[in-house]
C-alpha cells in the first residue's frame, strides 16, 4: 500500500473552529457514532473515536491531511451540525449560530468536496449491509 500524500488546504480561522467543534461532538453530544464508523472506513467504534481524534488534532494544528482525511472531516462536520439523528444537531455545542455556521461550511464544502475525494470516501467505506 502506498503511503497518502498529505494536502493542505486553506481553511480560515472561524471555518477550522467549526469544523474543530464539529469533531468535537462525537465524544459529547452526536449520537451517530455506530452508523458513521463504517461510512468514513472503520470497523469498530473505538477505531472511529481513534480517527476523529487524529482529525481533530490536525484541524486544530493547521497539519495538512490526505485526500480521504479531509473528505472525512468534512462529511463528520455536516452530519454532526446539521443531523439531529446522527449528529449533534440542535445540540450542538458551539457559538455558531445558524446563520453564521451554514455560509461556514458552504465555504469549507467549496474547498475540500471533490468528486475524486467522494471516491475515496466510497471506496474506503466498510460494508454494513448485505
Known amino acids: 500500500m502506498s503511503e497518502a500524500v498529505l494536502v493542505t488546504i ?3 480561522d472561524e471555518e477550522r473552529s ?3 467543534h464539529g469533531l468535537n461532538e462525537y465524544f459529547g453530544p452526536a449520537r451517530g457514532q455506530a452508523l458513521l464508523a463504517p461510512m468514513v472506513g472503520c470497523s469498530t467504534i473505538d477505531e472511529f473515536y481513534d480517527l476523529v481524534l ?4 490536525s484541524v486544530i494544528n493547521v497539519e495538512p491531511l ?3 482525511d479531509w473528505v472525512r472531516a468534512l462529511v463528520l462536520t455536516e452530519i454532526c451540525w446539521a443531523s439531529d439523528v446522527l449528529g449533534a444537531g440542535i445540540d450542538f455545542a458551539t457559538n455558531f449560530r445558524d446563520e ?3 455560509p461556514l461550511l458552504r465555504s469549507m464544502q467549496r ?3 471533490t468528486s475524486q475525494r467522494l471516491i475515496l470516501l ?3 467505506a466498510k460494508a454494513i449491509a448485505s
Open 122 to 124: 466510497r471506496d474506503n
Open 100 to 102: 453564521k455556521a451554514a
Open 54 to 57: 487524529r482529525l481533530k488534532k
Open 66 to 68: 490526505s485526500d480521504l
Open 10 to 12: 486553506d481553511l480560515d
Open 18 to 20: 467549526l469544523m474543530m
Open 111 to 113: 474547498k475540500i468536496n
